[in-house]
C-alpha cells in the first residue's frame, strides 16, 4: 500500500485486500468474458419482469431502441433473490463498480434470503436469438417490522455511466415501489440516499401523491390558507406540518416513510401556489421556516429546555432520537453568550430555509416537466 515515500506504489496488495477473488488479471478476464458470454442472459432469464420500457429520445439517450445492425431492443427490469447461487456470483463479478461509484459502498451477505436485486437490462433481438446487457441494479433488503410486517430498505443503485441520464434509475425506483405496494409492506426506506437520488426519489414520490386522492382535500385546504393575506405566527406553526391522517394514508397506501411524506409535502404546496406571488410565497416560506426551527432548534419555552433530534440507525429512521436538556442561564455572561448563540442560529436557520426553498422549486420545475411530457 502507498506509504508516503517516493517511486512506485503496487496497488495490487491493496486491491486485493478489497476485491479478494473478485480481482482477476487482464488475460484471465478476456479468456472468462469470451467464453461465459451468455452468462449474464442465462442468470437473467430466470428472474420476475415488473416493467418493461422504451428510452424517450433526448441529448443523453446514445443507446437507442434499435441497434445499427436493425436489431430491436426492449429495456426491463427484472427481480431476482440474490441468495440464488447463480444470481450471487453474478452480484460479486459487479461488487467492485459499487466501490468505485457508490460512495460510502460496502458488500452485502447474498447467502442471506432478505436480499432481492433489482436489474436493470437492455435484451437484444437478433436473428432468432437475444442478448442481454446490463444497464444498472438495486439491491433491496428485507426487514421484520414490529408485530406482523416488513419494511423494504433500498440499499444500493447503481445505473452504470454509460447509461446514466436516460431513465434507466427512474425505472428501478418505480419498480421497486410497485413491490413495496403490491406486498403490502409497512413502508420503503432507502439507505443513506445521496443528494441526487433524494432529488430523483422526491420527484418520483410528488409523481405519485399528485395523483393521489386521498390528500388532494388536504393540499388544497392548507394552500388556500396560505393564499389569504399574511399567516399569523401561530398559523404558520399549524400550517407547517401535514394534518396526521395524510401521512398516515399515504404510508398505508403508497409505502413512503413519513419523513419522506413531509419532503413531498412541501413540494405538492409549492405547485399549487403562484411562485410569483410575494405574500404567498413568504407566507410559505415562514411555515417551512416554522418547521426546521422545531426540528432542529427546538425553541419553543414550553419544553424547559429540553431538546430532541432525530438521529439515523440501521433499522428504522422513524424510531431514533436523541433528548438532551439545557440548564438555564444563570448570569449576565451566560446570557450574552447565549444572545449571540441564538444570533448564529437564526443565520443557520435562514440558510437552511433558503437551501430547503431552492431544492423544493428545482423539483418542483422538473415534477411539472415530467407531467408535461
Known amino acids: 500500500m502507498f506509504d508516503g515515500g517516493k517511486g512506485i506504489t503496487d496497488l495490487k496488495?491493496?486491491?486485493?485486500?478489497?476485491?479478494?477473488?473478485?480481482?482477476?488479471?487482464?488475460?484471465?478476464?478476456?479468456?472468462?468474458?469470451?467464453?461465459?458470454?451468455?452468462?449474464?442472459?442465462?442468470v437473467i432469464s430466470n428472474g420476475a419482469v415488473l416493467q418493461c420500457y422504451v428510452l424517450k429520445e433526448g441529448p443523453n439517450v446514445s443507446d437507442t431502441n434499435s441497434d445499427a445492425s436493425g436489431s430491436s431492443a426492449e429495456y426491463q427490469v427484472v427481480?431476482?433473490?440474490?441468495?440464488?447461487?447463480?444470481?450471487?456470483?453474478?452480484?460479486?463479478?459487479?461488487?467492485?463498480?459499487t466501490f468505485l461509484l457508490i460512495d460510502g459502498s460496502s458488500p452485502i451477505d447474498v447467502s442471506d434470503p432478505q436480499w432481492d436485486i433489482y436489474f436493470s437490462v437492455k435484451k437484444i433481438q437478433k436473428l432468432g436469438d437475444y442478448d442481454v446487457r446490463i444497464l444498472g441494479f438495486a439491491t433491496v433488503y428485507r426487514f421484520y417490522h414490529h408485530p406482523d410486517s416488513t419494511r423494504l430498505r433500498l440499499s444500493q443503485i447503481l445505473v452504470l455511466p454509460p447509461y446514466q441520464g436516460q431513465g434507466h434509475g427512474r425505472c428501478l425506483l418505480e419498480s421497486?415501489?410497485?413491490?413495496?405496494?403490491?406486498?403490502?409492506?409497512?413502508?420503503?426506506?432507502?439507505?443513506?440516499?445521496?443528494?441526487?437520488?433524494?432529488?430523483?426519489?422526491s420527484c418520483i414520490?410528488?409523481?405519485?401523491?399528485?395523483?393521489?386522492?386521498?390528500?388532494?382535500?388536504?393540499?388544497?385546504?392548507?394552500?388556500?390558507?396560505?393564499?389569504?393575506?399574511?399567516?399569523a405566527k401561530k398559523a404558520s406553526k399549524s400550517l407547517a406540518v401535514?394534518?396526521?391522517?395524510?401521512?398516515?394514508?399515504?404510508?398505508?397506501?403508497?409505502?413512503?416513510?413519513?419523513?419522506?411524506f413531509f419532503r413531498c409535502?412541501?413540494?405538492?404546496?409549492?405547485?399549487s401556489l403562484d411562485p410569483m406571488n410575494c405574500i404567498v410565497m413568504q407566507n410559505f416560506r415562514s411555515c417551512i421556516s416554522t418547521r426546521i426551527k422545531s426540528d432542529i432548534l427546538d425553541k419553543d419555552p414550553e419544553t424547559n429546555g429540553k431538546h430532541l433530534i432525530e438521529v439515523e440507525n440501521n433499522y428504522d429512521h422513524d424510531m431514533?432520537?436523541?433528548?438532551?436538556?439545557?440548564?438555564?442561564?444563570?448570569?449576565?455572561s451566560d446570557t450574552g453568550k447565549v444572545i449571540r448563540g441564538v444570533s448564529a442560529q437564526e443565520e443557520q436557520l435562514n440558510q437552511l430555509v433558503d437551501k430547503q426553498m431552492d431544492e423544493?422549486?428545482?423539483?418542483?420545475?422538473?415534477?411539472?416537466?415530467?407531467?408535461?411530457?
Open 320 to 332: 431514533t432520537f436523541v433528548v438532551y436538556y439545557c440548564s438555564q442561564v444563570e448570569n449576565e
Open 13 to 42: 496488495p491493496a486491491l486485493e485486500n478489497i476485491f479478494g477473488e473478485a480481482l482477476v488479471g487482464k488475460s484471465e478476464f478476456l479468456q472468462t468474458f469470451s467464453t461465459e458470454s451468455q452468462c449474464v442472459r442465462n
Open 176 to 201: 421497486v415501489n410497485s413491490v413495496a405496494v403490491a406486498e403490502g409492506v409497512y413502508d420503503l426506506t432507502i439507505e443513506e440516499p445521496s443528494e441526487y437520488l433524494q432529488y430523483l426519489r
Open 265 to 271: 409535502w412541501d413540494i405538492l404546496l409549492y405547485i
Open 79 to 97: 427481480r431476482m433473490g440474490l441468495h440464488s447461487l447463480p444470481v450471487g456470483l453474478l452480484y460479486s463479478r459487479m461488487v467492485a463498480l
Open 242 to 260: 401535514p394534518p396526521t391522517y395524510t401521512a398516515e394514508i399515504t404510508r398505508q397506501k403508497l409505502k413512503i416513510n413519513k419523513k419522506q
Open 360 to 373: 423544493i422549486r428545482e423539483i418542483a420545475k422538473k415534477v411539472s416537466l415530467l407531467r408535461s411530457s
Open 205 to 231: 414520490d410528488t409523481l405519485r401523491l399528485l395523483d393521489f386522492e386521498p390528500i388532494k382535500p388536504a393540499v388544497t385546504s392548507v394552500a388556500s390558507l396560505l393564499k389569504t393575506g399574511s399567516v
